[in-house]
């Protein structure tokens, strides 16, 4: 089984345990807890990822920054991947329990990348008038790239839906260079 399935799979456990005891918030943030200690610490990933290092001692690395910080159930998934030797999966599982929980929330994350640094109320109009498109919630990150021109780009799951200036002008240079004069 490779890495990817079997992080999905823990966080899948996770979450549907979670939502059996009505801690699902609570399972949020303790995940995001550990998401953001492992983007904090590189070396943590990397020595929960070291042959050399023995899987008694990652356990004790983990339970060191983990155990007071998070609740019994995350506490007994870090054993179960512990005694299974897969603390290297960790980070993943995290970001794969916050991806499941976002599906069973009906939240869609969407990233908008804009040309100018937008006001709160242009965002929220956005954003506002995508989620009545797509049925959904959404959590959204606002990026500006000045090489866009004008306009926006929506990204979300694999789709980009690109409205700017530059794409705009793309189009119609391969447009021109395609008809022969």
Do not use: C
């Not at 550990?34 to 001692?57: H, N, Y």
């Not at 990652?58 to 983990?66: A, R």
């Amino acid at each position: 089984m490779t890495s990817g399935i079997a992080a999905k799979r823990y966080a899948k456990g996770l979450l549907q345990l979670a939502i059996e005891q009505n801690t699902v918030n609570e399972q949020l943030k303790d995940m995001q807890f550990i998401r953001s200690t492992f983007k904090d610490s590189k070396g943590l990933q990397i020595a929960l990822s070291s042959p050399v290092i023995k899987d008694s001692k990652k356990q004790e690395i983990v339970e060191q920054i983990f155990s007071a910080h998070v609740s019994a159930l995350t506490n007994r998934l870090i054993e179960v991947m512990s005694r299974k030797g897969r603390l290297d999966l960790l980070n993943a599982t995290t970001v794969n329990f916050e991806n499941l929980h976002n599906e069973y929330a009906g939240i869609l994350e969407v990233t908008l990348t804009t040309a100018f640094e937008l006001e709160k109320s242009q965002v929220d109009s956005v954003i506002a008038e995508f989620s009545k498109v797509v049925g959904l919630k959404i959590k959204s990150n606002v990026i500006v790239d000045k090489s866009l021109i004008g306009g926006l780009t929506l990204k979300y799951r694999d789709t980009v839906v690109d409205g700017s200036v530059r794409n705009k002008l793309e189009q119609l240079s391969q447009s021109l260079q395609s008809q022969t004069v």
